[in-house]
């Protein structure tokens, strides 16, 4: 018991040496480690390299099916010539739409469709443009083309003016700004009516206008502001029509070279079709007096004509005309409630033309009621004729003298003075018929 004693004393005193050296040695090798060296600061100020991140360049080619000989879901789009298409000096189809959205196979729907049929020149021949009912779907961004749902709650569908479009489209080259967004709404609302179509010649004036124009970007308003073409309705299908149109020759010019299409345009497309059955809705938008006033400003913003007015919207029209004259003049609220009615009838240029003239008649059978032509009365049917954009519509008329008495014992139908002139037309002068029936304007 005593041996095994000892040796566990033994043990642990060796143990506690041991611990005891591995202190000691660990402290003096603390005591000999050299402090750590200060960092020094330079005097100049940091700087920071920003590492060069290599940004995708964006392309410079048009878009995919806009792209000379490509053949997208409707349109078969014309390029530089190879001698193996078809050339075509006109006519040509220049269309816009406005939509309620950007994706047609996500439901989005045409709600406004303008179409002029142009010369290779430019000169207008036709147009077409009316607002369109999407069924049921929301018309989209109004801060954009300012067409909300009341506008197009009585409007026609796209299927019903489909005639009105085949017919324009028949034989000519499709002009779009951008024409892969117009061939998409296109081909979907082609697809919705049952319609079918071969491929129609195209051309997209966004690849002719990057060909031929140097300007920052290839957008309309840029191409139009940069050739002096006024804009003046942007947003409006009829406004970007009209600009496109006005581009499209100035374009051809600065191309200096043939065009040819895949797809023969001058072969007719479409069997005929009853045109007018359905009245388009059309609208003037943003008015200006300008120099030449209100009235020339709705009309200039209307297509140029649409057919026959009916009855009633003709005097809806003429009742409202006759309340905004009665102080001799039209201002801007007046002008703007004269375009909705003139919109909701279906009115072009023409129509509302003839119908200020027939205004402008039962002014004039009024004045002469009593077979005297005051200069008052004289100078009252001038400012009408002026409000209505039509000067010089009464040149024709001078004041009359106060009929004696000779004359009207006599029961004469005219009155009796040196400054009498007999009533003509007030376009070729011709006495027996007034403007609005001169042979000439039928």
Same mark, same amino acid.
């Given at each position: 018991m005593e041996v095994v004693v000892g040796l566990l004393f033994v043990v642990?005193?060796?143990?506690?040496?041991g611990r005891k050296k591995k202190r000691q040695a660990g402290s003096s090798s603390a005591s000999a480690r050299p402090e750590p060296a200060k960092l020094e600061v330079p005097n100049t100020p940091l700087t920071y390299t920003q590492p060069r991140v290599e940004r995708p360049v964006r392309s410079q080619r048009p878009m995919r099916f806009a792209e000379p000989g490509r053949v997208g879901e409707l349109f078969s789009y014309g390029g530089p010539s190879s001698g193996r298409g078809y050339s075509h000096d006109g006519p040509f189809a220049v269309i816009d739409v406005e939509t309620t959205g950007f994706s047609p196979g996500n439901g989005d729907r045409v709600i406004e &469709?303008?179409?002029?049929?142009?010369?290779?020149?430019?000169?207008?021949?036709?147009?077409? %443009?009316t607002l369109l009912n999407p069924e049921g779907r929301d018309t989209g961004a109004v801060f954009v083309h300012g067409i909300t749902n009341d506008a197009v709650k009585n409007?026609? $569908?796209?299927?019903?003016?489909?005639?009105?479009v085949l017919a324009r489209l028949d034989g000519a080259v499709i002009v779009a700004h951008n024409a892969v967004f117009e061939e998409r709404f296109f081909a979907a609302e082609f697809a919705r009516a049952g319609v079918a179509t071969p491929p129609l010649p195209a051309l997209c004036s966004l690849w002719l206008g990057q060909q031929t124009f140097d300007t920052?970007?290839?957008?309309?308003?840029?191409? %139009?502001?940069? %050739?002096?073409?006024?804009?003046?309705?942007?947003?409006?299908? &009829?406004?970007?029509?009209?600009?496109?149109?006005? $581009?499209?020759? $100035?374009?051809?010019?600065?191309?200096?070279?043939?065009?040819?299409?895949?797809?023969?345009?001058?072969?007719?497309?479409?069997?005929?079709y009853k045109l007018g059955a359905v009245s388009p809705v059309t609208r003037a938008v943003a008015l200006r007096k300008g120099t030449e006033g209100w009235m020339s400003s709705l009309m200039s913003r209307l297509p140029i004509s649409t057919g026959d007015v009916s009855d009633a919207a003709a005097t809806e029209y003429l009742e409202l005309l006759a309340v905004a004259l009665e102080d001799g003049k039209i201002i801007g609220d007046e002008a703007k409630a004269l375009a909705k009615v003139a919109g909701r009838g279906?009115?072009? %240029?023409?129509?509302v033309r003839g119908l200020n003239e027939r205004f402008l008649e039962m002014m004039r059978e009024a004045a002469f009621a009593d077979q005297t032509l005051t200069a008052a009365e004289l100078g009252e049917l001038k400012r009408a004729a002026d409000a209505l954009a039509a000067p010089g519509y009464f040149d024709d008329l001078q004041p009359s003298t106060t009929p004696s008495n000779q004359a009207?014992?006599?029961g004469l139908d005219e009155p009796m003075g040196k400054d009498v002139k007999v009533r003509k037309c007030g376009h070729c002068r011709t006495p027996g018929h007034y403007r609005s029936k001169c042979p000439e304007l039928n």
């Open positions: 642990a005193f060796f143990w506690w040496r &469709l303008a179409i002029a049929r142009v010369d290779k020149n430019g000169r207008i021949e036709d147009e077409y %443009a409007a026609p $569908l796209f299927s019903d003016v489909l005639p009105e920052p970007n290839h957008k309309l308003g840029t191409l %139009a502001q940069h %050739a002096g073409i006024p804009l003046v309705d942007a947003h409006a299908a &009829l406004g970007d029509v009209r600009a496109t149109a006005a $581009l499209l020759p $100035l374009m051809l010019d600065r191309y200096q070279a043939a065009i040819e299409f895949g797809h023969d345009p001058s072969r007719g497309l479409f069997d005929p279906g009115m072009g %240029a023409e129509q009207v014992e006599q």
